[in-house]
């Protein structure tokens, strides 16, 4: 059993930046790909982005055009996600996941953390 605790949420103002968090309560952090997923009232929850268990590989959904940059610190057990220039749209609960592969679907991923919400204000 992994646990996902994410942290840095918050409000801030459009263009502005806000670093997210994911500390995992396991040995094994290395063995994870990590995901990054959003979620807002009435919508599915979206592909952010996600790192593979080295680091070596990124992939991000359409919407973030090189604004965010998701990375991992394998020695901390800890994957963050960096977001720049946010919008209005990107108001949301960012959820960090853990499974055994990269991929881009909720379902094939296998822990999720509780969630931290992004406030962007116009």
């Known amino acids: 059993q992994v646990q996902l605790v994410e942290s840095g949420g918050g409000l801030v103002q459009a263009g502005g930046s806000l670093r997210l968090s994911c500390v995992a309560s396991?040995?094994?952090?290395?063995?994870?790909?990590m995901g990054w997923f959003r979620h807002t009232p009435g919508k599915e929850r979206e592909f952010v982005a996600t790192?593979?268990?080295?680091?070596?590989?990124?992939y991000y959904g359409d919407f973030v055009a090189g604004r965010f940059t998701v990375s991992r610190d394998n020695t901390k057990n800890t994957a963050y996600l960096q977001m720049n220039n946010l919008k209005p749209e990107d108001t949301a609960v960012y959820y960090c996941?853990?499974?055994?592969?990269?991929?881009?679907?909720?379902?094939?991923?296998?822990?999720w953390g509780q969630g931290t919400l992004v406030t962007v204000s116009s």
């Open positions: 996941t853990a499974g055994p592969n990269v991929r881009v679907g909720v379902q094939e991923y296998d822990y």
């Open positions: 396991t040995r094994s952090f290395s063995a994870y790909a």
């Open positions: 790192i593979s268990r080295s680091g070596d590989y990124t």
